[in-house]
């Protein structure tokens, strides 16, 4: 049986299983439908035109786990932010880790979708948030929303600055042959509340994974919030990570996407101006080789006046990898004084490494200052020779001109453990050990 089918087949015992609101049926039911109308996205649209999900869709997923699967610290210790005191939201296979989590409702809420859904308490969550911002008329996303239920319900209350980091962890144990995993994070940032959140999705083993996660991203009137996505997985792991950012006047969101490894991962990454004032930036790092392929998609939708977005991708692409950036910049009539910023950088370590870059402008306003860049090269050779005439091995230069490269994205991360972990890590991706941090 394909996925397609497998999916909608389930659907009925899938509700009964999780025992959903009324009020979530009839969302479910219409996100079923579009799901069931449109399928999964194929290289005939546009907007998926360089990936191809055939390949992945293959796999015989299972689409609930058949068991409960405890894992111990020490086996994922290492995925956290180490030195540092953080709140902890995390799953095992799409089920809720009492053991390995840390959540908290004192004075805010860090704790479970689940209990937003079910909860009287958290019923506003329901009218009011869930799926209001998300692409009801993308496939993907309407079939998170039939198959949801387990995700991080982050809710700040206003004029509150978190003392310290979230962290939204999802661990796949690969105790079954494949798997397929919905999660949905919801989060609101209330008036003048600062915080910062870090989002991993990781696997144990090497068994397939398919992971279609939406995170809705409120952000309140002068809301602070700095969002790191950490994409460093096993090369048999699939990610497409679908987030929706809503921005009220004045609030300020940052978005920094971390792609390291996987096999395929897909990120659509979305932003909406609901005020004046509003601040958005969108920065990433991608350093893949082998067989890789990380597609970047990017919507900043200008609606309001005097606002600025900027957006800043690097790219190091080596073996048969393949890179996509296709970033878009929508300027509405009304939002006159737009300034919006947008740079792809990127470099070929191979002949046979691929990327296909689509930078967007779309403005209807006259008033405005935009700009794209987008740049394709190699290695400079004279900083090349420049290096190794002073005694710096050619390996070793190499890995420090690309560690400049990526520095303009990392030099932003304001959590100094989490800057330090993503030094390491591209340090690891370059096969050096440079022996400081960025």
Same mark, same amino acid.
């Given at each position: 049986?394909?996925?397609?089918?497998?999916?909608?087949?389930?659907?009925?015992?899938?509700?009964?299983?999780?025992?959903?609101?009324?009020?979530?049926?009839?969302?479910?039911?219409?996100?079923?439908?579009?799901?069931?109308?449109?399928?999964?996205?194929?290289?005939?649209?546009?907007?998926?035109?360089?990936?191809?999900?055939?390949?992945?869709?293959?796999?015989?997923?299972?689409?609930?786990?058949?068991?409960?699967?405890?894992?111990?610290?020490?086996?994922?210790?290492?995925?956290?932010?180490?030195?540092?005191?953080?709140?902890?939201?995390?799953?095992?296979?799409?089920?809720?880790?009492?053991?390995?989590?840390?959540?908290?409702?004192?004075?805010?809420?860090?704790?479970?979708?689940?209990?937003?859904?079910?909860?009287?308490?958290?019923?506003?969550?329901?009218?009011?948030?869930?799926?209001?911002?998300?692409?009801?008329?993308?496939?993907?996303?309407?079939?998170?929303?039939?198959?949801?239920?387990?995700?991080?319900?982050?809710?700040?209350?206003?004029?509150?600055?978190?003392?310290?980091?979230?962290?939204?962890?999802?661990?796949?144990?690969?105790?079954?042959?494949?798997?397929?995993?919905?999660?949905?994070?919801?989060?609101?940032?209330?008036?003048?509340?600062?915080?910062?959140?870090?989002?991993?999705?990781?696997?144990?083993?090497?068994?397939?994974?398919?992971?279609?996660?939406?995170?809705?991203?409120?952000? &309140?009137?002068?809301?602070?919030? +700095?969002?790191? $996505?950490?994409?460093?997985?096993?090369?048999?792991?699939? *990610?497409? =990570? !679908?987030?929706?950012?809503?921005?009220?006047?004045?609030?300020?969101?940052?978005?920094?996407?971390?792609?390291?490894?996987?096999?395929?991962?897909?990120?659509?990454?979305?932003?909406?101006?609901?005020?004046?004032?509003?601040?958005?930036?969108?920065?990433?790092?991608?350093?893949?080789?082998?067989?890789?392929?990380?597609?970047?998609?990017?919507?900043?939708?200008?609606?309001?006046?005097?606002?600025?977005?900027?957006?800043?991708?690097?790219?190091?692409?080596?073996?048969?990898?393949?890179?996509?950036?296709?970033?878009?910049?929508?300027?509405?009539?009304?939002?006159?004084?737009?300034?919006?910023?947008?740079?792809?950088?990127?470099?070929?370590?191979?002949?046979?490494?691929?990327?296909?870059?689509?930078? &967007?402008?779309?403005?209807?306003? +006259?008033?405005? $200052?935009?700009?794209?860049?987008?740049?394709?090269?190699? *290695?400079? =050779? !004279?900083?090349?020779?420049?290096?190794?005439?002073?005694?710096?091995?050619?390996?070793?230069?190499?890995?420090?001109?690309?560690?400049?490269?990526?520095?303009?994205?990392?030099?932003?991360?304001?959590?100094?453990?989490?800057?330090?972990?993503?030094?390491?890590?591209?340090?690891?991706?370059?096969?050096?050990?440079?022996?400081?941090?960025?």
């Amino acid at each position: 049986m394909e996925l397609k089918e497998k999916l909608i087949s389930s659907f009925m015992a899938f509700e009964e299983k999780v025992d959903v609101a009324t009020e979530l049926h009839d969302l479910r039911t219409s996100a079923l439908k579009n799901f069931e109308a449109k399928g999964f996205p194929s290289k005939k649209e546009e907007a998926w035109k360089y990936t191809s999900l055939n390949a992945v869709l293959k796999n015989d997923f299972s689409i609930f786990p058949k068991k409960e699967h405890a894992i111990e610290i020490k086996e994922v210790k290492k995925y956290f932010i180490n030195d540092v005191d953080t709140y902890k939201v995390i799953f095992i296979d799409g089920v809720f880790s009492t053991f390995l989590s840390s959540t908290t409702h004192d004075g805010l809420d860090v704790c479970l979708m689940s209990s937003a859904l079910t909860k009287p308490k958290y019923k506003m969550v329901i009218d009011n948030y869930f799926n209001q911002i998300a692409n009801k008329e993308d496939s993907l996303t309407s079939l998170n929303t039939a198959f949801a239920y387990e995700g991080a319900y982050i809710n700040i209350p206003k004029s509150k600055v978190v003392e310290k980091p979230i962290e939204i962890i999802y661990f796949s144990t690969g105790n079954e042959a494949a798997l397929m995993t919905q999660p949905r994070n919801l989060i609101i940032v209330g008036e003048n509340a600062h915080v910062q959140i870090v989002e991993r999705h990781q696997s144990l083993n090497e068994n397939p994974v398919l992971t279609n996660s939406v995170t809705e991203i409120f952000a &309140q009137k002068r809301a602070i919030v +700095d969002y790191y $996505k950490i994409q460093n997985d096993v090369q048999t792991a699939n *990610l497409i =990570d !679908n987030t929706y950012i809503s921005q009220k006047q004045e609030s300020r969101v940052a978005v920094h996407t971390f792609s390291f490894g996987g096999n395929i991962t897909r990120n659509n990454l979305n932003f909406y101006h609901h005020g004046e004032r509003i601040d958005s930036t969108l920065k990433g790092i991608t350093i893949i080789g082998d067989k890789q392929h990380v597609d970047h998609y990017t919507l900043v939708n200008h609606e309001q006046p005097n606002c600025e977005s900027h957006q800043n991708y690097k790219t190091i692409l080596d073996g048969n990898s393949t890179g996509v950036f296709n970033g878009k910049i929508y300027v509405e009539k009304e939002a006159q004084k737009t300034d919006a910023f947008q740079q792809n950088n990127n470099i070929l370590l191979s002949d046979k490494a691929t990327i296909n870059a689509k930078p &967007q402008l779309e403005i209807f306003a +006259d008033d405005v $200052k935009c700009s794209h860049g987008c740049t394709i090269g190699q *290695l400079d =050779d !004279n900083a090349m020779f420049y290096m190794q005439q002073r005694g710096i091995p050619k390996k070793e230069a190499k890995a420090l001109l690309m560690y400049a490269f990526t520095s303009e994205v990392t030099s932003s991360i304001k959590i100094p453990e989490l800057k330090a972990k993503i030094a390491k890590i591209i340090a690891t991706k370059l096969g050096v050990n440079m022996g400081f941090d960025l």
